[in-house]
């Protein structure tokens, strides 16, 4: 059975960090690539970072570049370092995996995914 569980969502003030995981089972994370996206209320699903399958290329929306460096952390974990949030980051936050990891499609495309964890900025 597949699994992909997000957790380290919660409240944070402007300027501050989280770190998010997301743990697979039920499929050989090293064959696929997997990334996070977001959606905030009101607003369409987007990406926010990707590696590609293999230990391939990571890829980065240009919202978060430099912010939110994005790292597997072993054979079944990876894990996004969220620094220097700002009003414009909170949503859930959705980890998800397939073939092939896209940003630029929001993940219409993506086959497995994670129930997403929530991230609220505010002072």
């Known amino acids: 059975q597949v699994q992909l569980v997000e957790s380290g969502g919660g409240l944070v003030q402007p300027g501050g960090s989280l770190r998010l995981s997301c743990t697979v089972s039920g499929f050989t994370l090293n064959y696929y690539g997997i990334g996070w996206f977001r959606q905030a209320p009101g607003k369409e699903r987007e990406g926010v970072s990707c590696i590609r399958s293999g230990g391939g290329a990571t890829y980065y929306a240009n919202s978060v570049k430099g912010r939110f460096p994005f790292s597997r952390d072993n054979a079944n974990t990876v894990s996004l370092q969220m620094g220097n949030l700002t009003p414009e980051d909170p949503g859930v936050y959705y980890c998800?995996?397939?073939?092939?990891?896209?940003?630029?499609?929001?993940?219409?495309?993506?086959?497995?995914w994670g129930e997403g964890t929530l991230v609220t900025v505010s002072s």
């Open positions: 998800a995996a397939d073939l092939l990891c896209q940003i630029e499609t929001g993940g219409h495309d993506m086959l497995y």
